[in-house]
Nanobody, 122 residues
């Protein structure tokens, strides 16, 4: 499975962005999809996850109620809708695929995509 995240950019605080994670490989639909982020000088952290069926989701407390994860299996693409963005959401965002549900650990991911930078200005 190969993953490619896109959709990052510069947005003002309070604004919205939607990240996409395009996957190649027929087996992507059997993996849980996850989003992580890494802010400058900080460790990579879990943001959100969605099960292979799309029926279950999980969020970090810091984004709960503001971010929504989804996936379109027909398009082999996952999404992260980010609303009410805050400066502390500034980070490189990565999508990852995991064969287990649910794991929020970095070492629990099977595949990683390259990140996309989100910058939220105050």
């Amino acid at each position: 499975v190969q993953l490619q995240a896109s959709g990052g950019g510069l947005v003002q605080a309070g604004g919205s962005l939607r990240l996409s994670c395009a996957a190649s490989g027929r087996t992507f639909s059997s993996y849980a999809m996850n989003w992580f982020r890494q802010a400058p000088g900080k460790e990579r952290e879990f943001v959100a996850a969605i099960s292979w069926s799309g029926g279950s989701t999980a969020y970090a407390n810091s984004v709960k109620g503001r971010f929504t994860i989804s996936r379109d299996k027909a398009k082999n693409t996952g999404y992260l809708q980010m609303n009410s963005l805050k400066p502390e959401d500034t980070a490189v965002y990565y999508c990852a695929a995991a064969s287990r549900w649910i794991t929020t650990k970095i070492d629990g991911m099977d595949y990683w995509g390259k990140g996309t930078l989100v910058t939220v200005s105050s």
